[in-house]
């Protein structure tokens, strides 16, 4: 058995779960997600938890059912708490700027690098070195992050470039003169 697909997922109030066949809406005080999952997992919600089981043990069962748990308590967050990932400019010159919905960085290329969040999510800048990536979708924040991470990514040997503020950079020793 699936150690993290037989946990309970724990339903705050003011969250609704819908399901209709195989897709499944959450609703919640942030706002609404909706994915299709596997018709071989099963979902049963009683009382305040929510339930995921599977139809067999066969590999293909297994392998779905810890996987769909974990889409579902994902989903139940991002509707409560939201997800953000922040993430650092570093270098000299290097810097980021606000204009309407979309963000504006300045990297140390010859253009401005212009990125437009899609629907759902939200860019903000703080400081002209930092940026912050905010919705209720987890896959959707963390893919806009790695975009915007992989314009310019950090180098090993001075650190320059856009890094996760928890990320840590190995750096390497450079050239030696005789």
């Known amino acids: 058995m ?43 919600v009683e009382g305040n ?12 069962d297994r392998s779905l059912h810890g996987l769909t748990r974990s889409l579902v308590a994902n989903m139940v967050q991002g509707v409560t708490k939201g997800y953000t990932k922040t993430l650092e400019l570093v270098g000299v010159g290097y810097r980021a700027a606000k204009q309407g919905d979309k963000v504006v960085i300045s990297i140390g290329y010859s253009h401005p690098v212009n990125i437009e969040p899609p629907p759902g999510i939200e860019l903000e800048v703080p400081a002209p070195n930092r940026i912050v990536v905010k919705g209720i979708d987890k896959e959707a924040v963390g893919m806009l992050a790695a975009n915007i991470r992989a314009v310019r990514e950090p180098e090993p040997y001075k650190g320059k470039g856009i890094k996760y503020d928890t990320e840590r950079i190995r750096r390497k020793v450079g050239k030696t003169g005789k």
């Open 49 to 60: 938890q929510i339930h995921v089981t599977r139809r067999s043990d066969d590999k293909d």
């Open 2 to 44: 699936s150690r993290i697909g037989r946990k309970p997922i724990e339903l705050p109030a003011g969250v609704e779960l819908v399901q209709k066949g195989n897709v499944v809406a959450v609703k919640g005080p942030l706002g609404t997600l909706q994915k299709e999952l596997p018709r071989q997992i099963k979902i049963q």
